[in-house]
């Protein structure tokens, strides 16, 4: 993950298809291929699909995003 200065974005790639994505650093990524919204889980920091309940890494409960 690369940030870039004065703008606080970050370039990191969508773990589902490798896409580059270009992301605020306090906001969800939004992968366009996959037309997903990309949020980490608080626990260890993996990447999910948002609306998901279970993080896939490490199985902690995800925030539902109400």
Do not use: K
Not at 7 to 24: D, G, H, K, L, Y
Not at 45 to 58: F, L, M, Q, S, V
């Amino acid at each position: 993950m690369e940030e870039r200065g004065e703008e606080r974005t970050v370039i990191c790639r969508c773990p589902f298809c490798e896409s580059e994505i270009e992301a605020a650093v306090d906001m969800p990524a939004f992968c366009q291929p996959c037309q997903i919204v990309i949020v980490t889980c608080s626990a260890c920091g993996g990447a999910a699909r948002e609306g998901t309940e279970i993080c896939p890494h490490c199985g902690q409960p995800l925030p539902s995003g109400e």
